[in-house]
C-alpha cells in the first residue's frame, strides 16, 4: 500500500525548544514507521486503523507538547509476510532514517522485525502480534510487546471458559508462530484449571476454507473448540461451525477476538461467547472519549491494537522529548523507568523482558436484544489485574530477566 | 461405528467433502481439457476466471441484488464474453507459435486479473450467503450432509455430463472435434472454424465461472481462490491426460475423493497427494491416464 | 555480435557495479545481482535449450532453505553454507529432470510446476523451514573466517564475486561444444537424435547446470537477507524468473540480466505506491512482451543494432 509520507511538521515555537535538543536528534526529525497489514486477514483489526491512530498520537502530542522537533509518519502494508517486512523494516531503518516501528501484527513480522531493529540498534513496538515469544525466547532490549499477547488471552478466556464447564478441548489452530503460542498458552490453562485438551489439528494461515478441519474438531467430541486464531481465519470457522451443525452441540472459544469481529459476525452469532481484550471503547468516560474522537476519522470503533498504537507511539515521543535525543537505549530506559498513564492503561510498567503490564479484561459478548446503542457489545465480567494478566517474570525464558 | 480406526460420521463428512473438491477439480479441468482440445492453449488464466465468476457473483448481489440463481445463468454467460474477447483481441494472434507463448500470456492475463480484484478488495475474502433454499444440512444419523454442498456435487455432475454428451454425442459436437483434428479440412466443408473456436474458449471459461458461483458460498471470495486452486487442478489434467474429456471429468471426481481420504488418515499429505500421484503417473503411463499422445 | 564492442561493455559494467555502493543502497543492487543470477540461470534451459520450466522457484528456495539451516542451526563456515545450498538444489534438479523430460512442451512445463508446488507444500509441513514464519535470523558469518559479511560493503563484493563468476560460467558454457549441442536441441531436437546424441542426457544436465546456478542465487540471497522464507519457493517466483527471461531477452546472454534489474527495480519502487497493482504491472508486460516484444528488451536492441550495422 502507500507509503504515505506526510510531514507533520511544526512551526517551531519561539524561545521554548533549544537547539540543543535538536542537535541529539539524529536529523532533526522523528520519524514513526507504521508497518501493518493493509489488505488481509488482519487489515480489520490493524490496518488503516493503526495508521489513524498512530497520526492522533503525533498529531496530539505535537499539540500539547510543542516539541522542538519534526514527526514523520510512514506506513507500509507488509501483507503477513516475514520477508516482507523484514525487508521493509531494513530499508526503513538504512535509507529512510526511521527511528521506531510499530503495530506489526502477525507473529511472524514482530519477530523478524525484532531482530532487523536489534542489529541497527533502534525500536519496535509491537502492537499487532500476539506471541509470548516476544517477550521470552525471542526477547531483545530495543522490543516492547505494549497491548496483549497469547498468555493474557489464554489467562483470560480459556480459565473463564473452563470455569463454566467446558473441560473438554480441542483445537483449531493457525499454522504459524501465534497459533502455535496462543494453542500451548491456552492448552496449559486448561490443563491447570482441571481440563482436558483432546487433540488439535492446524489450518494453512491464511485458511479460507475450515470444513476439513473442523470436521475433525467435530469428530473428537470436544466441549470446547478452541479457535486459536485470529481475523477473518477465526470469523470464517465460526460461520462454517455454523454451517455444518457443529454449535451449538459444541461451543466455540474464539481465543483471540477483536471487536471488528464481533462487528462482522453480528451479535446473533457470537452471543455469550467470552473473549480478553486489553481495551474496550466504552469502558469510561476517558475511552469513550478517544475513542469517538478515533470513530471520526476511521469510521468504526477502535480494537485494542489500535488503542495500543496511539498509547504506546505517544509514551515513546514523551520519552524522546524528555532525553532530548532518539537514541535507542537512551529512550528505551526512559520508557522502562516511567509509568504509563493514559486512557489505554493506568500505572502500566514496562518491564525487562519488554512487556507492558496493565489490567486487561474479560468480556463476554451481549444478546441481541441486551446491545442498547451501536457497538454496544459486551460486558465487562472481570477487570484482570495487571500482576496476574500477564505471564509472571519468575517463569520468563528471557535472557534480559535478571534471576 | 469405526472404520480403519475413524468413527464413520467423520470419514462420510471427509468423503463428501473429498466430492465437493473433485467436482470443483472436474468442473475446471474439463473446462481446461475443452480449451486445450481445441486451441491448443494451456489457458492460465482459468483460476483467474473462476474467482472472477465468484467475484461478479458477489457483486451482482452486492450491488445489483441479483440473487443466487439468476447469477447461477447470468455470470457464466458474462465471464464467456470476456473470454471471447480475450480470444479474439489476444489469443487468436498466437496459434501459429510455439504453443509455450499461449501459456505465458493466460499467465500474464492470470497476474492482472488477480492483480486488479486484490488491489481494489484486499485479500481477505469476503461472505456470500448460501441461498436461503439450501442452507441447511440433512441429518442421515451416520453423518451432517449440509444442503448446499449436495447440491454443489448434483449440479457438477449434471453440467460434467452434460458437457460430454454435447461434445461426444452431439452434431455440434461432431463439428467440434472434427475442427480439432483437422481444422483445413472441417472448414472446407463450410463449417465457420475461427467462430467455433473462439465459442469453444468462451464456453471453456464460462465453465470456470460457474464453478466459480458455485464456489462463492462455501469458500471465501477472495481474489487468491483462483491461484490456490489452479495448480492442482493442472496436475489433474497430467494425470487424467489432456484433450479427454471424459478423463478429466473422472479424474477429478476421483482425485477430490483421494484427497479427501489422505485428509482423514494422513492429513500432512492432502495438499501433496495429487501432485504424488502425478509422479508416479509420469514414470508409469507418461501420456496420461486416459491421455492419447498427440 | 561484435566481440570488441561487449567486451567493452562488460568492462564498464564491471566498474560501474564496482562503484555501485556509493551511490546505491547495497541492499537492492545485491537483490538485483542475486535474481540477475537467477534468470541467466534459467534462461539456460529456455532460451539455449528450448525447454520452458515453470518451477524453477523449487531450487531457489530449496537453496535458501538448506544454506539457512546449515548456516544457522548447524553453524558452518559461510562458504560450505552456499556449496550446501547449491547442491541441494543441483540434487533436486537432477530429481525434477528426470522425471519432466520424459514429455515435452507444455507437458515439460506443466509438470516442473506441479512438482514445485509439491515442494512448496512439503516446505509448508516441514518443521526446519519455520513453515509461514519462514527462517529468520541466518548469520552471515565470516568469509573464510576472516572478512566479516554482516558489513554490507563486504557482502556486495562477495556477491558482486558470486554472480560474476556464475555468469562467466555460464557464458562458458553456452560457448563450448555442450552449449553447441544445446543450442541445436532447441533448434531440430529430432536432427540432434539423428546424429547419434543422447538427447535426454544433454537435457538432463542442462537442467542440473541451470537448477544449481539457480540454487546460487537462492543460497547467496539468504546470506543478503538472512532469512529464507516460503515466498522464495511459491510460483509467483517461477513466473517472475520467467518474465525476466521474457522481458529481457531469452536466447540472449545479457538480456535476463537486464530483464531482472528491471523488474526487481521496478517492484522496489512500485510497491509501496500502487501495492497489489504491482502484480498488474507484471502481468501486463507479459501479455505485452507474449503479444509484440518477443525478443525482449537485450533482442530489440540487437535486432535494431544489426539493422544499423547492415544498411
Known sequence: MKAKRIVLAVAATLGLSTGLAQAQISDSVVRVGVLTDMGGAYSDLSGAGSVIAAKMAVEDFQAREKPGFAIEVVSADHQNKGDISSNKAREWFDRDKVDVVTDLVTTSTALAVMKVAKEKNRIALVNGAASTRITNEDCNDVTVHWTYDTYALANGTAKAVVKQGGKSWYFLTADYAFGHSLEK?????????????????????????????????????????????????????????????????????????????????????????????????????????????????????????????????????????????????????????????????????????????????????????????????YHVRQTIPAAEAFQPLALSKCSLVKK | ????????????????????????????????????????????????????????????????????????????????????????????????????????????????????????YGVSGLPYTIPDELTGALDLGFMFLPKYRLWVIAISLFVCFATWFVIEKTQLGAYLRA???????????????????????????????????????????????????????????????????????????????????????????????????????????????????? | MNGRLSLIGYAALLAALLAAPLFLYPVLVMKVLCFALFACAFNLLLGYTGLLSFGHAAFLGTA???????????????????????????????????????????????????????????????????????????????????????????????????????????????????????????????????LGYDVAKYKLLAFVLSAALAGLAGATKTLVFKFATLTDAHWHASGEVVLMTLLGGMGTIFGPVVGASVIVTLQNELADKVGSLVTVIMGAIFVICVLAFRRGIVGEAIALYRRMVWR
Open chain 1, 185 to 377: 498458552d491456552a492448552s496449559d490453562v486448561v490443563i491447570a484449571n482441571g481440563g482436558k485438551v483432546l487433540g488439535a489439528v492446524r489450518h494453512p494461515f491464511p485458511g479460507t476454507d475450515f470444513s476439513s478441519f473442523l470436521l475433525k474438531a467435530q469428530a473428537s467430541g470436544a466441549q470446547v473448540i478452541g479457535l486459536a486464531n485470529a481475523g477473518t481465519d477465526t470469523t470464517n470457522s465460526i460461520k462454517q461451525a455454523a454451517e455444518f451443525g457443529i454449535t451449538p452441540k459444541q461451543s466455540l472459544a474464539g481465543l483471540l477476538m477483536f471487536i471488528t469481529d464481533i462487528h462482522s459476525l453480528g451479535l446473533k452469532n457470537t452471543q455469550t461467547m467470552y473473549l480478553t481484550e486489553g481495551f474496550y471503547w466504552d469502558l469510561n468516560d476517558e475511552t469513550r472519549a478517544w475513542s469517538k474522537r478515533f470513530f471520526e476519522r476511521a469510521k468504526k470503533m477502535p480494537t485494542m491494537v489500535q488503542a495500543g498504537q496511539y498509547s504506546s507511539i505517544a509514551h515513546y515521543l514523551k520519552a524522546v522529548k524528555a532525553t532530548g535525543s532518539d537514541d535507542t537505549q537512551k529512550v528505551m530506559a526512559w520508557m522502562k523507568k516511567t509509568p504509563v498513564n493514559d486512557f489505554f492503561a493506568k500505572n502500566g510498567t514496562i518491564r525487562d523482558d519488554g512487556r507492558m503490564v496493565h489490567d486487561t479484561y474479560l468480556l463476554q459478548v451481549k444478546k441481541p436484544e441486551e446491545s442498547k446503542y451501536p457497538w454496544d457489545y
Open chain 2, 1 to 120: 461405528m469405526e472404520i480403519f480406526g475413524v468413527p464413520l460420521p467423520a470419514l462420510m463428512g471427509q468423503l463428501m467433502l473429498g466430492l465437493v473438491s473433485g467436482s470443483f477439480y472436474a468442473i475446471l479441468s474439463l473446462g481446461l481439457a475443452v480449451i486445450f482440445g481445441m486451441l491448443n492453449i494451456i489457458n492460465f488464466a482459468h483460476g483467474a476466471l473462476y474467482m472472477m465468476g465468484a467475484f461478479f457473483a458477489w457483486m451482482a448481489l452486492t450491488y445489483l441484488g441479483i440473487g443466487y440463481w439468476w447469477s447461477l445463468v447470468l455470470v457464466p454467460a458474462v465471464v464467456g464474453v470476456v473470454g471471447i474477447v480475450i480470444e479474439r483481441t489476444m489469443l487468436q494472434w498466437l496459434y501459429k507459435l510455439d504453443h509455450l507463448y499461449g501459456l505465458l500470456l493466460t499467465f500474464g492475463l492470470a497476474l492482472i486479473i488477480e492483480g486488479l480484484f486484490r488491489s481494489e
Open chain 3, 64 to 194: 535458501a532453505y538448506v544454506t539457512g539451516h546449515v548456516l544457522k542451526e548447524w553453524g558452518w563456515p559461510t562458504e560450505l553454507g552456499l556449496l550446501a545450498g547449491t547442491l541441494a538444489a543441483a540434487a533436486l534438479g537432477w530429481l525434477f529432470g528426470a522425471l519432466a523430460i520424459r514429455r515435452q512442451g507444455i507437458y515439460f512445463a506443466m509438470v516442473t510446476l506441479a512438482l514445485a508446488q509439491m515442494v512448496y507444500f512439503l516446505f509448508i509441513q516441514a518443521p526446519f523451514t519455520g513453515g509461514e514464519d519462514g527462517l529468520q535470523g541466518v548469520p552471515r558469518g565470516h568469509l573464510f573466517g576472516v572478512v566479516d559479511l554482516a558489513d554490507d560493503i563486504n557482502l556486495y563484493y562477495l556477491v558482486l564475486a558470486i554472480c560474476v563468476g556464475a555468469f562467466w560460467l555460464i557464458h562458458r558454457t553456452i560457448n563450448s561444444p555442450f552449449g553447441q549441442i544445446l543450442k541445436a536441441i532447441r533448434e531440430n531436437e529430432a536432427r540432434v537424435v539423428s
Open chain 2, 179 to 294: 475442427a480439432t483434428e483437422n481444422p483445413k479440412l472441417t472448414q472446407a466443408f463450410g463449417i465457420n472454424v475461427p467462430l467455433m473456436v473462439m465459442l469453444t474458449y468462451g464456453f471453456g471459461v464460462a465453465l470456470a465461472g460457474f464453478a466459480g458461483v458455485l464456489a462463492a458460498p462455501i469458500f471465501q471470495v477472495s481474489p487468491l481462490m483462483g491461484s490456490n486452486l489452479i495448480i492442482a487442478v493442472f496436475a489433474v489434467v497430467v494425470i487424467g491426460g489432456m484433450g479427454s474429456i471424459l478423463g478429466s471429468i473422472v479424474t477429478g471426481l476421483g482425485l477430490g475423493i483421494i484427497e479427501g481420504l489422505t485428509k482423514v488418515f494422513y492429513a500432512e499429505a492432502s495438499s501433496t497427494v495429487v501432485f504424488i500421484i502425478m509422479a508416479i503417473v509420469l514414470l508409469i503411463r507418461p501420456a496420461g491416464l486416459f491421455g492419447k499422445e498427440k
